[in-house]
């Protein structure tokens, strides 16, 4: 990743106790100019928030 430095999007629970906030932002040290997004969710954020998942991931790579 650090080397070719593709598009990136993390989506993020910030509650998740398997997968630390901390965690998230570690990407950022590869891949500088990556997005990173917080949620209110926990572990399963895809179960509790697809739609404003799929949004995030409609903006960051269909109409960017």
Same mark, same amino acid.
Request: zero cysteines; aromatic letters at 10%.
């Given at each position: 990743?650090?080397?070719?430095?593709?598009?990136?999007? &993390?989506?993020?629970?910030?509650?998740?106790?398997?997968?630390?906030?901390?965690?998230?932002?570690?990407?950022?040290?590869?891949?500088?100019? &990556?997005?990173?997004?917080?949620?209110?969710?926990?572990?399963?954020?895809?179960?509790?928030?697809?739609?404003?998942?799929?949004?995030?991931?409609?903006?960051?790579?269909?109409?960017?």
């Amino acid at each position: 990743m650090r080397e070719n430095r593709p598009k990136l999007l &993390a989506i993020w629970g910030k509650n998740d106790q398997s997968f630390i906030w901390a965690g998230a932002r570690a990407f950022l040290r590869d891949v500088p100019d &990556a997005t990173i997004v917080p949620l209110d969710a926990g572990h399963f954020a895809l179960e509790s928030h697809a739609e404003e998942i799929a949004g995030q991931i409609r903006k960051t790579f269909l109409y960017d």
